[in-house]
């Protein structure tokens, strides 16, 4: 049978875990004993992305005359939507 998990077969291409395309983050922490360096799973269900309409802008012309000066926010946010669908791997000691 296959391996589960499968090199990348072109050069520049994704390496792949039960068939599923992986992606590499720098932001995972390393592998190491009691670490969980693996999240597998359905990202666009597992994760909720809140996008708020609108972006604010204050304009300011006395902070820097003879310039105007415009501050913009926007609001964004995420977090877990569905437990369920993202599982994490946690590397054993031994």
Not at 4 to 13: D, H, I, K, M
Not at 69 to 90: C, E, S
Request: aromatic share 12%; hydrophobic share 40%.
């Amino acid at each position: 049978g296959n391996y589960l998990w499968q090199p990348a077969s072109v050069a520049g291409g994704r390496a792949t875990l039960m068939g599923f395309d992986l992606v590499e983050s720098e932001d995972m922490p390393d592998i190491a004993a009691g670490s969980a360096s693996i999240a597998f799973g359905d990202f666009s269900r597992g994760y909720l992305i809140v996008d708020r309409r609108g972006v604010n802008v204050l304009r300011d012309p006395f902070s820097n005359k003879p310039y105007v000066q415009f501050y913009t926010t926007k609001r964004v946010g995420g977090g877990m939507h569905d437990y369920d669908a993202i599982k994490l791997l946690k590397f054993s000691v031994s």
